[in-house]
């Protein structure tokens, strides 16, 4: 070891890198309906849920517990019985790029065009 690098500090020497905190992941699920009229109770959404997501309230109805937790796989969607549960996912910029472009090349045109 060289004299001028034993008075250096461990930042200077390299030997400690300061680690960038990596921004939370936004959840792919803008919201989750449950239409408690159609709801039995039955608890399946709950149960297939596999973040946990879903708990049952003391009435015996599902409700949302962690919206942020949710990886919007829809299994609660899909083996909901009753069809009470629907998954919102949130529309990546370019999905919503496309769909306008499409709607732009399927407009009609008017009569004076």
Not at 53 to 78: F, M, N
């Amino acid at each position: 070891m060289k004299p001028e690098e034993v008075n250096q500090s461990p930042e200077e020497a390299g030997e400690i890198r300061q680690q960038e905190q990596p921004k939370p992941k936004r959840s792919p699920v803008r919201k989750i309906d449950i239409f408690r009229a159609w709801c039995k109770g039955c608890g399946i959404c709950v149960a297939f849920c596999p973040r946990e997501v879903l708990a049952i309230d003391e009435a015996g109805y599902p409700y949302v517990k962690d919206l942020d937790a949710c990886t919007g796989c829809g299994w609660c969607e899909i083996r909901c019985p009753d069809f009470a549960i629907t998954v919102e996912r949130r529309r990546k910029r370019r999905e919503i790029g496309r769909e306008d472009e499409k709607k732009a090349s399927q407009r009609i045109p008017d009569a004076g065009e």
